[in-house]
């Protein structure tokens, strides 16, 4: 067993090996596969995020045309919102990118990424270059063209700035930087160790009138694409693919219904050789450019032609001979190895033979004895011979010589992962992130969505006198009670796992903060002692050791003496009797639409000098879509209550000295608007209510607060924007003095989804002003209503408290204290 293969086959194999091995498939699904490897034609598509591409196009080009198709998102969307929880930032780059790759499997194209961080909304391509490093990411796409090697480039944004998101209109102008470069020797000369240059023939923009009728303009040039069309073979419209497709990003809220009947998408020309009727005209054959591939296009025309629907194991003979000849042609030209293992997948669906190596755990560390289970099935009467499971440095053979006539080989094995076996971290989170790039030194792994499989075997066989050899993933294999089968990856992770009960520690004067440091052990428990790397030893103390044998986990209580410390960041480090040291987090995510996700961060704790004025008394938090806020607040001090529906009364809210209202709350809570005049009762009564922000789009009721206000989609994306603000007003002056300094240091961007139109009730202390642009006061909004305070804010409290930025957990402070 090894890890999966890094070199010329990675860009396509990425995209579909859980596919491989997946349960056979209609013998009309089995043609389409058939027409796809007949068809050589390639398409790039390129955008700045997941879901900023046109389904409908791909699922066209890829099930229409047949074309090879890709999608290249220069980010993986870690700067956006999440409707399904509190993740952000790298760990929803993580969901994004396997949204992504779910959505490919389903409209049919494939996933390639660059380096660049999504580091929220940008108005313009300037703003967006000020935060990227063009030439890596300008780079980063010319690999990806060399590597590729389209025919045509889709651009679906126009290079027009101030029209759309920054990150869009920046796309567009590195996509026709990069038509031309790629073909240059001279730009980027160090990818040419690794690959060739390139010229694609024509780009094109993926022209569009969003919500109105597509008109063309004059003296331009466009093809045209039937995307509403019926794919009989797939029994759908591409239209109903696209919409599939976009339903898979379940992160953002795009659940999508397919449009009826006829529709068509437009290319508008851009560059590139001249056409009069096909954005592909002139687009070479790739079979005629080597030597059998006129015989094996005629091989694959009598394939077609020959078809066999209802047996489409007869279909297997003329496919072994399709193989036979493309081995005979040279193994480094990418197109031509990617139609290898097409046919080799091809022959094995005729066949309807399955291949699984399974295990019962889902999560192992090195030096682990793991018991898997090889299952190989062939339906068909013709055996399977020789077969052996590539492990490590060992070639096993089976107990059994050949599988056939629908008898299953189950062979157990036993394995020993070596003691440096790598975790199952993110290749492009193996390094600190530094500003807006990510940092990754190896050139092929650039442009790849995801690692591959953590653990895979190297499963060989004969077949009718040829041999077949396939990377096969080792999985975690189970049965839900309520969803059946479930299979997810085995991941790698540490022996030993550190947990903190508090990111973010505030050293108040005369505090001595606490925090509960977890030491999970993976196997037995292991002797060590528990240090803080970056802090001395007169900085903490170790207040109590409890080992809890059971969950093989030893808890540590430690105090921070907040009169010797100031702000610093330190990590906490498990130290073996054997000298090991182990300092990282190990973070898990799981929802059901992608597979499991796991990576590891390191156990730091953000310890922040402060001597603000609080009460600590108890506060009740509504939940929204979903944030980390109420772990802040509860390491200031306060006791944080989750309210829900049933506890949404004037008398339970009472008891609280404010009440916190979740991000996204009025587009994702009905408890929440059923019980809005409770809520605001609450505040009437002499409450305090904090509503963090809410977007214009799905909005439960317009109905936010005591008086009405309307949001607007105004936002201020510059972080280190000018701000004004009313240094007496009480939300700036009470408990805590805020000063221009506390506006310092913050992340991302200020704010979004700012109030535009208000009741004249609203008091709007705060005036932010994105550079270049008007100022806009509707960041903060403040009224009094009967004895209490109403406060809704589209600042970005979820990312700043987070983040533990002092200056905005300062303000906040100051707000729940009204």
């Known amino acids: ?76 969307g870690d700067g956006g919102q999440n409707l399904l929880g509190p993740q952000l930032g790298v760990e929803l780059g993580q969901i994004r990118t396997q949204e992504l790759l779910k959505a490919r499997s389903t409209d049919g194209g494939r996933q390639f990424f660059t380096r660049a961080t999504d580091f929220g909304f940008s108005k313009n391509p300037d703003e967006t270059l000020k935060n990227w490093t ?65 010229q694609p023939k024509r780009i094109f923009w993926n022209a569009y009138n969003f919500r109105q009728r597509f008109e063309k303009e004059e003296n331009e040039q466009y093809d045209e694409f039937p995307v509403g069309d019926f794919n009989h073979l797939l029994g759908e419209t591409y239209s109903q693919i696209a919409s599939d497709s976009r339903t898979m990003h379940k992160s953002q809220g795009f659940g999508s219904t397919p449009g009826i009947g006829k529709a068509v998408d437009y290319l508008q020309f851009l560059k590139g050789e001249p056409f009069e009727d096909s954005a592909f005209e002139g687009v070479v054959n790739r079979w005629t450019t080597i030597t059998n591939g006129e015989k094996i296009e005629q091989l694959l025309e009598t394939a077609l032609e020959e078809f066999d629907f209802l047996e489409p194991w007869n279909n297997v003979p003329v496919m072994l001979e399709i193989k036979q000849e493309l081995a005979k042609e040279p193994s480094d030209i990418l197109w031509l190895n990617e139609k290898r293992v097409q046919v080799d997948h091809l022959i094995m669906a005729l066949l309807g033979i399955e291949m699984e190596l399974n295990m019962d755990v889902e999560l192992v560390s090195p030096g682990d004895t793991l018991e898997l289970e090889l299952i190989l099935n062939n339906p068909s009467p013709d055996p399977l011979r020789d077969v052996s499971l590539g492990l490590f440095d060992s070639n096993l053979l089976t107990d059994q010589n050949s599988a056939q006539d629908n008898v299953t080989i189950r062979q157990n094995i036993t394995i020993t992962l070596p003691r440096d076996y790598p975790y199952s971290q993110p290749y492009w989170l193996e390094k600190p992130i530094d500003g807006a790039m990510y940092d990754v030194d190896d050139q092929n792994l650039i442009g790849k969505p995801f690692n591959d499989p953590n653990i895979t075997g190297n499963l060989a066989f004969t077949f009718s006198g040829q041999k077949f050899e396939f990377q096969v993933p080792l999985m975690y294999k189970y049965n839900d009670r309520v969803d059946g089968e479930i299979q997810q990856p085995v991941t790698v992770v540490p022996e030993v796992n550190l947990n903190l009960s508090k990111e973010n520690i ?313």
């Open 134 to 198: 063009k030439e890596e990411i300008l780079s980063d796409v010319v690999w990806t063209v060399r590597k590729f090697r389209p025919d045509i480039i889709i651009n679906r944004f126009n290079t027009t700035p101030g029209i759309t998101h920054g990150h869009h209109t920046t796309s567009a102008i590195l996509s026709l930087e990069a038509f031309e470069l790629a073909a240059d020797p001279n730009a980027f000369p160090e990818q040419l160790q690794n690959v060739e240059t390139w």
């Open 506 to 818: 505030f050293l108040l004067p005369g505090q001595e903060p606490e925090i509960t440091v977890s030491v999970a052990f993976q196997n037995e428990m292991l002797d060590g002692e528990l240090r803080f790397e970056g802090l001395n030893d007169d900085e903490y103390r170790i207040l109590e050791i409890t080992d809890l044998q059971a969950q093989k986990t030893r808890n540590y209580q430690v105090a921070f003496v907040s009169d010797v410390l100031e702000s610093k960041i330190a990590t906490a480090q498990y130290i073996t009797g054997d000298s090991r040291a182990f300092g990282q987090t190990t973070e898990r995510i799981s929802y059901k639409h992608i597979p499991n996700l796991t990576y590891f961060r390191p156990a730091s704790v953000n310890l922040i000098k402060a001597d603000w004025e609080l009460s600590r008394e108890r506060i009740g938090y509504i939940e929204g879509a979903g944030d980390d806020v109420p772990q802040v607040l509860e390491a200031l001090g306060y006791d944080v209550d989750m309210i829900d529906a049933s506890d949404l009364t004037v008398e339970n809210l009472s008891q609280y000295k404010a009440v916190v209202v979740g991000i996204r709350a009025y587009n994702t809570n009905p408890a929440l608007v059923e019980n809005q005049q409770s809520l605001m009762g609450y505040v009437r009564a002499g409450g305090t209510v904090v509503t963090q922000y809410n977007t214009t789009g799905g909005l439960l009721t317009d109905k936010l607060g005591p008086f009405d206000f309307e949001l607007s989609r105004t936002r201020v994306t510059v972080q280190e924007s000018p701000v004004v603000f009313e240094e007496n007003h009480p939300v700036f002056s009470y408990p805590n003095q805020i000063e221009k300094e506390d506006f310092d240091g913050w992340v991302q961007e200020r704010g979004l989804y700012f109030v535009g139109e208000m009741a004249d009730q609203y008091d709007t202390p705060l005036v932010l002003n994105e550079p270049g642009e008007d100022p806009t006061n509707g960041s903060l909004l403040y009224a009094k209503y009967g004895e209490g305070t109403f406060i809704y804010t589209g600042i970005s409290f979820f990312r700043q408290l987070p983040a533990g930025v002092a200056g905005a957990t300062k303000l906040f402070v100051n707000m729940i204290e009204q």
């Open 1 to 76: 067993m090894k890890i999966w293969i890094r070199g010329a086959f990675t860009l396509y194999f990425s995209t579909v090996i859980f596919s491989l091995f997946a349960q056979s498939q209609p013998s009309s699904k089995l043609y389409h596969e058939l027409l796809g490897i007949k068809e050589t034609k390639r398409v790039l598509y390129v955008a700045a995020h997941p879901d900023d591409e046109n389904t409908r196009m791909i699922a066209y080009l890829s099930n229409g045309l047949h074309a090879e198709v890709a999608y290249l998102s220069l980010t993986r």
